[in-house]
């Protein structure tokens, strides 16, 4: 079993940034893990933010390029994700994941909101 802790979230201003964590214990397999941030706004389906490879390849959805860096620390189990530059339309609730050996697991979810 995995679990994963999240912590981060707030209420910034626009412009404001915030560094979400995940750290990642139990049943640890390195081999083949990946580990994203996604994003659920009200009435909206949950949106893959970034992702971060075993072999650190990252990727981003558009609309987070240039503002976000997802990031991890292997010794610390933990995958960081970096918002800068934060938008009122950044405001959800974002969930860390994992999967690993064919299973996946997710975080509890972290409210971000970003005022005016």
């Known amino acids: 079993q995995v679990h994963l802790a999240e912590s981060g979230g707030g209420l910034v201003q626009a412009g404001g940034s915030l560094r979400l964590s995940c750290v990642a214990s139990?049943?640890?397999?390195?081999?083949?893990?990946?580990m994203a941030w996604y994003r659920q706004a009200p009435g909206k389906q949950r949106e893959l933010v970034a992702i971060?490879?075993?072999?650190?390849?990252?990727n981003y959805a558009d609309s987070v390029k240039g503002r976000f860096t997802i990031s991890r620390d292997n010794a610390k189990n933990t995958v960081y994700l970096q918002m800068n530059s934060l938008k009122p339309e950044d405001t959800a609730v974002y969930y860390c994941?994992?999967?690993?050996?064919?299973?996946?697991?997710w975080g509890q979810g972290t409210q971000v909101t970003v005022s005016s």
């Open positions: 971060i490879t075993n072999g650190d390849n990252t």
């Open positions: 139990g049943s640890i397999f390195s081999v083949n893990a990946i």
């Open positions: 994941y994992r999967t690993q050996a064919a299973f996946t697991y």
